[in-house]
């Protein structure tokens, strides 16, 4: 079973910065893609970022401009970088690791960080 550990997570003010790391139990290269997603209070799980095999990425609107998703094969983690944060970025934030295709697609899920964003 596929473990994902997520770090980083904390109380900013508004405009402040934070890397959240997830790290895999094992070696990520195998992993059609990485990202991370978030849920704020009341509202459904959304993408925030996401980084296939070959290092393509993927950004909400939301977050465009402000994070930054990476990948690091030889220590099997992902991170975000988090810039310019605002209140409404507030959330848990997950790791989320996908192997396989189609019916066969396997999404893997870490427990989640808290991201408090307040003055």
């Known amino acids: 079973q596929v473990r994902l550990v997520e770090s980083g997570g904390g109380l900013v003010q508004p405009g402040g910065s934070l890397r959240l790391s997830c790290v895999a139990s094992?070696?990520?290269?195998?992993?059609?893609?990485m990202g991370w997603y978030r849920q704020a209070p009341g509202k459904e799980r959304e993408l925030v970022a996401s980084i296939n095999s070959g290092g393509s990425t993927n950004n909400a609107d939301s977050v465009k401009g402000r994070f930054t998703i990476s990948r690091d094969n030889a220590k099997n983690m992902v991170d975000l970088q988090m810039n310019s944060l605002e209140p409404e970025d507030t959330a848990v934030y997950y790791c989320?690791?996908?192997?396989?295709?189609?019916?066969?697609?396997?999404?893997?899920w870490g427990d989640g960080t808290l991201v408090t964003v307040s003055s």
């Open positions: 989320n690791a996908v192997r396989g295709g189609g019916p066969r697609t396997i999404n893997y």
């Open positions: 094992e070696s990520i290269f195998w992993f059609n893609a």
